[in-house]
C-alpha cells in the first residue's frame, strides 16, 4: 500500500538505494532500484572497469531524489502514482521480445558471458587435474578478454548509434526536400 510518509524517515531510508521507494509503497520500484545499483557494482567488480562503477552513482542519485520527490508531492499526484518496474515498465512482454536490434545485442551479449563463464570453468578444471596455467594467461583469460570484449560491444553500439542516426537525418532531409520542391 503506497502512501506519504514522514520527511525524515524518508530521507534516512533513501539513503540505500530502493528502500525509500519501498518505504513509500513502490516495491516493484524499489526492489529493481536496489538490483540495478548492486548489479552495476558487481558487473564493474567482475569485468574490473571501474569506470562502470560511476554508473552506480547515477543510479543512487536518481533512487534519492526520486523518492524525496514523490514524497513531497501533493497528495492527489502521488495518489496517482504508479507502481513499475525501473527500465522494465512492461515485463510481462519479455518473452515476447520482437526480432530487432535489441534482441541481437542481448543474444551477442549473452554468447559472450556463456563462453566467459565456460572459459573460467575449463580454467578451474585444469587447476583441479593439476595443469596450471601461468599468472599472466590466468590473467588475460579472466580480465583482459571480457574487458576487450565488453569494448568491442560498446564500440559496436555506437558505431550502429552514429550510422542509424545519419540515415534517420539522410530521410529527414529528403522529405524537407520533396516538401519544399511541391511549393
Known amino acids: 500500500m503506497k502512501r506519504k510518509r514522514g520527511p525524515f524517515m524518508t530521507f534516512i531510508l533513501s539513503c540505500i538505494p530502493g528502500a525509500g521507494q519501498m518505504y513509500l509503497g513502490f516495491f516493484k520500484e524499489g526492489v529493481s532500484l536496489m538490483l540495478l545499483f548492486i548489479g552495476v557494482l558487481v558487473l564493474s567488480s567482475w569485468l574490473y572497469v571501474d569506470v562502470l562503477g560511476l554508473l552506480a552513482i547515477v543510479v543512487w542519485f536518481y533512487a534519492f531524489f526520486d523518492a524525496i520527490n514523490k514524497n513531497s508531492m501533493p497528495d492527489e499526484e502521488f495518489a496517482a502514482l504508479e507502481d513499475h518496474y525501473v527500465l522494465l515498465e512492461n515485463v510481462q512482454e519479455l518473452p515476447r521480445l520482437s526480432v530487432g536490434r535489441g534482441r541481437k545485442f542481448a ?7 556463456g563462453i566467459y563463464l565456460l572459459g573460467n570453468d575449463v580454467v578451474a578444471i585444469m587447476a583441479q587435474c593439476g ?3 601461468s599468472y599472466e594467461l590466468s590473467r588475460i583469460l579472466t580480465r583482459y578478454i571480457p574487458q576487450m570484449l565488453i569494448s568491442f560491444l560498446i564500440i559496436g553500439l555506437g558505431i550502429k548509434m552514429i550510422l542509424g542516426k545519419k540515415s534517420d537525418l539522410q530521410d529527414d532531409d529528403d522529405k524537407y526536400l520533396e516538401g519544399r520542391e511541391d511549393e
Not at 543474444?107 to 558471458?113: C, G, K, M
Open 107 to 113: 543474444a551477442v551479449f549473452l554468447i559472450l558471458f
Open 131 to 133: 595443469i596450471y596455467l
